[in-house]
Nanobody, 120 residues
Framework: QVQLVESGGGLVQPGGSLRLACVAS????????MGWYRQAPGKERELVTT???????NYADSVKGRFAISRTNANNTVYLQMYSQKPENTAVYYC??????????????WGQGTQVPVSS
């Protein structure tokens, strides 16, 4: 059973920083792209950032220059470093990963989500 488990969420003040982590566990062949999505209250889930197995990154325009994604392939972990937080970044942040159970079978997995309220 493959699982993605996020950690690091919590209240952050405007202008503050926070780092999220997501670990993939279970039995699988390999992990391809990993990423972070978020869902603000009353809004649809949206892409924040992704990173390929080779380290290429992609960011939503709204977070470029303030958020940084990284991963450690050795321990199946992806991180999201958030700087200069704004109240409009308040959301539940979800980890996503494309995980191969075999050489021919890949699917998307989601974490359970972690709340990040930005407020003074």
């Amino acid at each position: 059973q493959v699982q993605l488990v996020e950690s690091g969420g919590g209240l952050v003040q405007p202008g503050g920083s926070l780092r999220l982590a997501c670990v993939a566990s279970g039995s699988f062949f390999s992990i391809h792209a990993m990423g972070w999505y978020r869902q603000a209250p009353g809004k649809e889930r949206e892409l924040v950032t992704t990173i390929t197995g080779g380290g290429s990154t992609n960011y939503a325009d709204s977070v470029k220059g303030r958020f940084a994604i990284s991963r450690t392939n050795a321990n199946n972990t992806v991180y999201l470093q958030m700087y200069s937080q704004k109240p409009e970044n308040t959301a539940v942040y979800y980890c996503n990963a494309m995980i191969a159970s075999s050489r021919w079978n890949t699917r998307a997995y989601w974490g359970q989500g972690t709340q990040v309220p930005v407020s003074s």
